[in-house]
């Protein structure tokens, strides 16, 4: 989830692209009354086209993408086959902001992941033998150090298990 805000109401955004779908304004005026870019302007266009007036609401949680997705519109985009934009609109991505990230982090060799679920619960530690803790430091490193997952499985906290691992 975003921690900015838009400035402009929902209704304000909805009046915006309204007025460009209609042919009413051009997307560069409407942007100089809203005192905004004019890739804001299309991207609420974009959004609206795609997902209606729900697609102008503010998200409240972030937006979860597949490993998969990730990587085909990297290689997509990549190969030439569309531009930022045109990648965002076909594989339906928030913004080139974040596909910018993917590709950046696909090009420096790192590995993309699934979105994860945001932050869970955090779980209150508790006392672990010896033996416990060799296991979970096994674990999280045979599992490509998921410090949530062994927390899980071990019912310790996420804490407990980085501390563990470091």
């Known amino acids: 989830m975003s921690k900015r805000r838009s400035k402009h109401t929902l209704d304000e955004r909805i009046e915006a692209v309204l007025r460009v779908i209609e042919g009413m304004a051009s997307v560069s005026t409407i942007a100089k009354e809203y005192s905004v870019d004019r890739t804001t302007i299309n991207l609420w266009v974009r959004k609206y086209e795609a997902d209606g007036v729900d697609g102008l609401k503010e998200a409240r949680t972030w937006k979860k993408y597949s490993s998969e997705l990730k990587r085909e519109a990297v290689e997509f985009y990549l190969n030439g086959e569309g531009s930022l934009r045109m990648t965002c609109e076909k594989f339906n991505i928030s913004s080139n902001s ?5 590709i950046n982090q696909y090009t420096s060799g790192k590995e993309i992941k699934s979105t994860s679920k945001g932050r869970e619960t955090m779980t209150k530690g508790r006392k672990t033998t ?37």
């Open 98 to 102: 974040v596909l910018r990230q993917w």
């Open 130 to 166: 010896l033996q416990e803790r060799i296991e979970i430091v096994q674990y999280t490193i045979a599992n490509e150090r998921n410090y949530h997952e062994a927390a899980k499985k071990y019912n310790v906290s996420y804490q407990q298990v980085y501390r563990l691992d470091t």
